[in-house]
């Protein structure tokens, strides 16, 4: 009878299985924990770096079934879990957000392009695939996160010490629209701007998110500014159309990004193409593909097209967003599909932090 292999046997075995992301096996990147070993019944728990991966039941199904394939192994059971890593590096100087692993800026070279439809439903996906979300509306002037969340009567309130977030479907929130009138408006200078962007990090009681999305103010102005001067920002998503005058905004919101030292990690294409609701015929009312050429022009991440869809429009009024209201429509995977890329992105950028910083003497900040 064949004997029983012992744990360096059950973990050369996995590292023929490979994390398409990191293009390293899971061994070598410290994924396998908690190997056990009883008889010939092997256990193991397989730490992936997002729970939004969009292959982790394949990889579960590889890693069983070359252990299983060892001699002597007569059952496998492996439990897929996640942590996400930060992004955010030490060198930046600027203090990490208490409560937030990474805050990634949704923005848009001009206004109209739907980008705060995509900020709020990219939150949700990334909440509906396991990941701990809050959205931070930014978009001082004009805050509608709370409409389309169905918060527009909310008020913030405080714990004595902090704002704590209203939360909604499972996500954290915080805006502007919670401390205005519905029709007031807000006439702010610079200064100002940067004092609400300062008080809106620092004094709220985010609790343990692993993503925190800013719902950015359209083309480039104070608020990028006093982000890139507040938080480390793990990086940005820019949203477009595939129209000329939006891809040209676009580009230069892109150029903002970089001088700022926020680093774009991908390019989103909405209103990319109009589906019928009735035939489902497909008609590229704003043009075709010029997002996707863009972004590998500017050699930056494509994260996927997003359609013109009735729901999308009704479900934004209504507070019920297409993620909540139809996950599984072509419009919601649509928008999954650009969550679990955005999620990769962060795991990409997350390990170029790890792997540069290795071997060096972390820096003791001078009080």
């Known amino acids: 009878m064949a004997g029983i292999p012992d744990r360096e046997a059950v973990l050369s075995a996995l ?4 994390d398409p992301d990191l293009r390293r096996d899971i061994v070598s990147l410290g994924f396998v924990k908690n190997v056990a070993i009883d008889q010939g019944r092997v256990s193991l728990t397989i730490e992936l770096t997002t729970p939004a991966c969009p292959v982790k039941e394949q990889m579960r199904e590889q890693a069983a079934a070359v252990v299983r394939a060892l001699p002597g192994v ?8 996640a942590k996400v890593r ?11 957000l208490p409560g937030v692993k990474n805050v990634l800026a949704v923005g848009a070279g001009k206004g109209g392009v739907g980008k705060t ?3 709020v439903n990219l939150a949700l996906a990334l909440a509906h695939c396991g990941s701990r979300v809050g959205i931070l509306d930014g978009d001082i002037y004009g805050p509608n996160v709370p409409i389309m969340l169905g918060l527009n009567a909310q008020q913030l309130t405080t714990d004595g010490k902090q704002i704590v977030p209203a939360e909604k479907y499972g996500v954290q929130v915080v805006s502007m629209g919670f401390l205005t009138q519905e029709d007031a408006a807000v006439i702010w200078r610079g200064p100002m701007l940067h004092g609400a962007i300062q008080q809106f990090f620092r004094e709220v009681a985010w609790r343990d998110l692993d993503y925190l999305i800013v719902d950015m103010p359209p083309g480039t102005g104070d608020v990028a500014l006093s982000l890139s001067q507040t938080v480390p920002v793990a990086g940005a998503i820019l949203v477009t159309t595939p129209q000329q005058v939006s891809l040209a905004d676009t580009r230069r919101a892109v150029r903002m990004y970089q001088k700022l030292n926020i680093q774009p990690i991908g390019l989103v294409e909405n209103m990319s193409y109009y589906a019928c609701t009735n035939c489902h015929h497909e008609a590229d009312i704003f043009g075709h593909g010029g997002g996707e050429a863009l972004a590998a022009a500017m050699e930056i991440p494509f994260l996927g097209r997003l359609p013109v869809y009735q729901p999308i429009r009704e479900g934004s009024d209504s507070g019920v967003p297409l993620i909540i209201s139809e996950p599984g429509s072509p419009a919601g995977r649509a928008f999954l599909t650009v969550a679990e890329r955005t999620a990769a992105q962060l795991s990409i950028a997350a390990h170029k932090v790890a792997e540069a910083n290795k071997g060096k003497i972390p820096l003791i900040p001078v009080r």
């Open 15 to 18: 590292k023929v299985v490979v």
């Open 74 to 81: 007569s059952d496998v059971s492996v439990q897929m879990t």
């Open 86 to 96: 930060s992004v955010s590096a030490p060198e930046t100087g600027r203090t990490p």
């Open 117 to 119: 439809t995509v900020a």
